[in-house]
């Protein structure tokens, strides 16, 4: 065969190994923009979860599916502000650990670094809002306003596989007993009946009760337990982008709606603490005013009482359910006492901590906050009927 011919022959051959790579690599770019294209959708899609022990106002089910409450409302909040889908997924507690390792979740939320077994797997949000855990007993049970008052091997009424950083220890060494329940509402209701005399809540968990069933049996006392910030936790090994998320939390934050999602479920809550040190024990609703209107100059057992208080809607709060009065008649009596050298108006704090710190540090100090800023260096001298149950 001349070399004229055998390239002729060869033609052919070359065109179709041509025309094959062309098509292979058309073929390789459109599966690598299809996963790229599946990539951003499936970035564009935030999924979470629902634990099934969470409570209102945390979470309100129907059906099975959580479709209103704090912790739904918040992360829906942070989808939409993201242009992003919710996905949300119905886990029991003890499986949500599985899905963060197995890659299944995006984002979780009623979280804190002390109630995971390993923080350092999450980028975290910053504080949220806080949240206070109280031992609350039924109205018969003894008043305990320290722990060591409960007997050892006391039962207390807890949540499956949830950690209380205030109590485990006690929990280990036989002092206190868990009696574990699938969720806190379940815990509250066996308060009620008396199967379990007292109990460990959330104290927003615990109002939201008291608001559905005014007849409850619940005494008028809560022991602080913890204080703890909420956050939300972006695991590391999530497919969104942890700056992407905890950037929305920070807008979020800086908006004004977190406070509003939190509001909207769970209204101010005043309670009068004191530090946990004092030795007053518990005070009347008549000396509370008595001490707040100038009445009343000095605490039961001795010593001039130093008022404080907190500003915005928790202020309006107590003035209305415990002083009876409104702003307008408060300033008038207090500028009363003030140019009669009797006393003077309270001092007001514009954050929960600087009114603990200021609490702790001075003698005879008396002030309300709400509930949910209890810590254990406060204690509470008394609490106010919830409207939803006072006496007609």
Not at 280 to 292: D, E
Not at 322 to 344: C, H, N, P, Y
């Given at each position: 065969?001349?070399?004229?011919?055998?390239?002729?022959?060869?033609?052919?051959?070359?065109?179709?190994?041509?025309?094959?790579?062309?098509?292979?690599?058309?073929?390789?770019?459109?599966?690598?923009?299809?996963?790229?294209?599946?990539?951003?959708?499936?970035?564009?899609?935030?999924?979470?979860?629902?634990?099934?022990?969470?409570?209102?106002?945390?979470?309100?089910?129907?059906?099975?599916?959580?479709?209103?409450?704090?912790?739904?409302?918040?992360?829906?909040?942070?989808?939409?502000?993201?242009?992003?889908?919710?996905?949300?997924?119905?886990?029991?507690?003890?499986?949500?650990?599985?899905?963060?390792?197995?890659?299944?979740?995006?984002?979780?939320?009623?979280?804190?670094?002390?109630?995971?077994?390993?923080?350092?797997?999450?980028?975290?949000?910053?504080?949220?809002?806080?949240?206070?855990?109280?031992?609350?007993?039924?109205?018969?049970?003894?008043?305990?306003?320290?722990?060591?008052?409960?007997?050892?091997?006391?039962?207390?009424?807890?949540?499956?596989?949830?950690?209380?950083?205030?109590l485990e220890e006690r929990f280990s060494d036989g002092r206190l007993r868990r009696d574990d329940t699938f969720a806190v509402d379940?815990?509250?209701?066996?308060?009620?009946?008396?199967?379990?005399?007292?109990?460990?809540?959330?104290?927003?968990?615990?109002?939201?009760?008291?608001?559905?069933?005014?007849?409850h049996q619940f005494a008028a006392w809560r022991l602080p337990i913890t204080r703890t910030d909420y956050r939300c936790a972006v695991p590391r090994n999530g497919r969104i982008e942890a700056s992407l998320l905890l950037a929305g939390f920070e807008r979020l934050l800086?908006?004004?709606?977190?406070?509003?999602?939190?509001?909207?479920?769970?209204?101010?809550?005043?309670?009068?603490?004191?530090?946990?040190?004092?030795?007053?024990?518990?005070?009347?609703?008549?000396?509370?005013?008595?001490?707040?209107?100038?009445?009343?100059?000095?605490?039961?057992?001795?010593?001039?009482?130093?008022?404080?208080?907190?500003?915005?809607?928790?202020?309006?709060?107590?003035?209305?359910?415990?002083?009876?009065?409104?702003?307008?008649?408060?300033?008038?009596?207090?500028?009363?006492?003030?140019?009669?050298?009797?006393?003077?108006?309270?001092?007001?704090?514009?954050?929960?901590?600087?009114?603990?710190?200021?609490?702790?540090?001075?003698?005879?100090?008396?002030?309300?906050?709400?509930?949910?800023?209890?810590?254990?260096?406060?204690?509470?001298?008394?609490?106010?009927?919830?409207?939803?149950?006072?006496?007609?």
């Amino acid at each position: 065969m001349s070399p004229a011919t055998a390239r002729t022959a060869r033609k052919p051959l070359g065109y179709k190994a041509f025309a094959w790579l062309w098509l292979l690599s058309l073929a390789l770019l459109a599966a690598a923009g299809m996963a790229e294209a599946q990539s951003r959708a499936e970035q564009r899609v935030l999924r979470v979860p629902a634990v099934q022990s969470w409570s209102a106002p945390y979470a309100l089910y129907r059906d099975g599916a959580p479709v209103a409450g704090i912790n739904h409302d918040i992360v829906q909040a942070l989808a939409e502000h993201l242009g992003m889908s919710l996905q949300t997924l119905v886990l029991p507690r003890t499986r949500v650990d599985a899905a963060v390792a197995a890659g299944e979740l995006d984002l979780r939320c009623h979280l804190s670094p002390d109630w995971v077994r390993a923080p350092e797997a999450y980028s975290w949000s910053p504080p949220l809002f806080e949240l206070a855990t109280v031992l609350v007993g039924h109205e018969s049970a003894v008043p305990v306003s320290h722990l060591d008052q409960l007997h050892r091997g006391q039962t207390v009424g807890t949540v499956l596989g949830f950690v209380y950083p205030g109590l485990e220890e006690r929990f280990s060494d036989g002092r206190l007993r868990r009696d574990d329940t699938f969720a806190v509402d379940r815990n509250l209701q066996k308060l009620k009946l008396i199967r379990s005399p007292y109990a460990v809540a959330d104290t927003r968990e615990i109002a939201w009760h008291l608001r559905q069933d005014p007849g409850h049996q619940f005494a008028a006392w809560r022991l602080p337990i913890t204080r703890t910030d909420y956050r939300c936790a972006v695991p590391r090994n999530g497919r969104i982008e942890a700056s992407l998320l905890l950037a929305g939390f920070e807008r979020l934050l800086a908006s004004g709606q977190i406070e509003r999602i939190v509001r909207n479920y769970s209204p101010p809550q005043p309670v009068l603490v004191m530090a946990a040190n004092s030795a007053v024990q518990q005070l009347s609703r008549q000396q509370i005013s008595a001490l707040f209107l100038g009445e009343m100059l000095e605490l039961p057992g001795g010593g001039r009482a130093v008022l404080g208080s907190l500003g915005g809607a928790l202020r309006q709060e107590f003035f209305s359910q415990v002083l009876e009065k409104d702003a307008a008649q408060l300033k008038a009596i207090w500028s009363r006492m003030t140019f009669s050298g009797r006393g003077r108006a309270p001092r007001e704090f514009s954050t929960a901590a600087a009114l603990r710190a200021w609490l702790v540090s001075t003698p005879n100090a008396l002030a309300f906050l709400d509930s949910s800023s209890l810590d254990p260096t406060l204690k509470v001298v008394y609490m106010p009927t919830p409207p939803s149950a006072a006496s007609p």
